[in-house]
Structure formats: structure tokens, C-alpha cells
């Protein structure tokens, strides 16, 4: 049994906030929660005072549930184990198993889960990876550097795009203005011509009139 959160931790906890039960109950479904978390995850009831299971939906009354004593019990237990010692067998976490990382007790060790592991008291593998922080926090400085090297090249080609794309959106604003002055001045043009073409022709028409009536 590790000094990590063990599978009897797990087993009572809430599932709403994640720590051991405070006042625990078990719905009808089988689901058990704090008292607490299990009124403020199922609201305002419905009209028959049920409200569904966070786990399930299943129906439940969360009012008319009773403490669950065999778990507040257990958990009453659980609390007492001294810190640094396993929960399931309160020896002391006194060895290291490189395998899981973690700290276990004798007894877990030689017939529990780490039975083969890779292990090392606890006291060397400490000594161990003190020698091995030095290293580590100089790893973690050089990845940190680089990291902000990289944030930094990236925020550079990102100005750099902005601007290219600034300078385009600059440059075919300039274009299509001069796109547009050049038609209005086209425009304006043939606008001139016509009205020079019509009236030379007016005057064409009205000498040959004239000359028609003399």
C-alpha cells in the first residue's frame, strides 16, 4: 500500500468531492456520497421527493436516507492511521519501489502488490534522489528555457505574418484605389467625347439643312 491515495481510500470516498465521506449515505441505487454533496448535487425534488442519483439518475430520496454507519465507521478508521503509515496494514511506509514510485510497508512488499518489484529502503532511494534534484531542476530549467525561446520565436513569426498581411491588405487597398481614379477619370472621358461627338454632329445636321432649305 502506497502513501498515494490506496484502493480502501478510494473505496470511501465521495464521488462528488472526492474526499473521504463526511456523514455518508447510500441511495437506493448502491451509490454512497457525503450527506452534503449528495443535497446540493440533487437540488430542489420532484413533486413525489425523489431526485435523481449523480451516478446513475436512478430515483432517490436523499431526505429520507439514513447514515450509512458501517462506512462512517470505516472512515472514523481510516482517519486514525497515522501519517506515513499504510492504510491497510499501519505498518510503516519504511520501503521504496522504483517500479510504482511509490512508499509501501513491509508487509506490502513482501506478499502484497510489490511483491518483485525493484525495491530500496526508504532512506536510500530518499539519499538517492536528493543526489538526483540537482539534475532534474537543472533538466527542468534548460526545458523551461527552451520552451520560452521557442513561445518567443513563434510570437516573432506571428508579428512578422501580421505584418505581411498588414502590407498586403495595404498594398491592394493602394492598387484598387488607383483602379477606381483611373475608371472615374476613363469615365469622365468618354463622358466628354460624347458630348463633343454629339454636338459636332448637331452642327453637321443643321448646316446640311440648311443647305437643303437655301
Known amino acids: 500500500m502506497s502513501a498515494a491515495p490506496?484502493?480502501?481510500?478510494?473505496?470511501?470516498?465521495?464521488?462528488?468531492c472526492l474526499q473521504l465521506f463526511d456523514a455518508p449515505v447510500t441511495a437506493e441505487c448502491g451509490h454512497s456520497f457525503c450527506r452534503a454533496c449528495l443535497s446540493r448535487a440533487a437540488g430542489e425534488p420532484a413533486a413525489d421527493g425523489t431526485a435523481p442519483c449523480p451516478c446513475c439518475q436512478a430515483p432517490t430520496r436523499p431526505q429520507a436516507l439514513s447514515t450509512n454507519l458501517q462506512l462512517a465507521r470505516?472512515?472514523?478508521g481510516l482517519a486514525q492511521v497515522p501519517q506515513g503509515h499504510?492504510?491497510?496494514h499501519l505498518d510503516p511506509l519504511s520501503i521504496y519501489c522504483e517500479q510504482d514510485r511509490a512508499l509501501v510497508c513491509g508487509v506490502c512488499a513482501s506478499l502484497g502488490s510489490h511483491r518483485g518489484h525493484r525495491l530500496l529502503p526508504a532512506a536510500e532511494a530518499h539519499?538517492?534522489?536528493?543526489?538526483?534534484?540537482?539534475?532534474?531542476?537543472?533538466?527542468?530549467?534548460?526545458?523551461?528555457?527552451?520552451?520560452?525561446?521557442?513561445?518567443?520565436?513563434l510570437e516573432h513569426q506571428l508579428t512578422e505574418v501580421e505584418q505581411t498581411v498588414c502590407q498586403f491588405q495595404g498594398a491592394v487597398g493602394e492598387q484598387l484605389g488607383k483602379m477606381r481614379d483611373f475608371l472615374a477619370a476613363l469615365e469622365g472621358s468618354l463622358d466628354s467625347e460624347a458630348e463633343r461627338v454629339q454636338s459636332e454632329a448637331g452642327v453637321?445636321?443643321?448646316r446640311e439643312l440648311g443647305s437643303l432649305n437655301s
Open 6 to 16: 490506496s484502493l480502501l481510500h478510494q473505496e470511501l470516498s465521495c464521488p462528488l
Open 74 to 76: 470505516l472512515v472514523e
Open 86 to 88: 499504510c492504510e491497510e
Open 127 to 153: 539519499a538517492r534522489l536528493k543526489t538526483q534534484l540537482p539534475q532534474q531542476k537543472l533538466q527542468l530549467q534548460e526545458a523551461c528555457t527552451r520552451k520560452e525561446k521557442s513561445v518567443a520565436v
Open 204 to 206: 453637321a445636321l443643321r
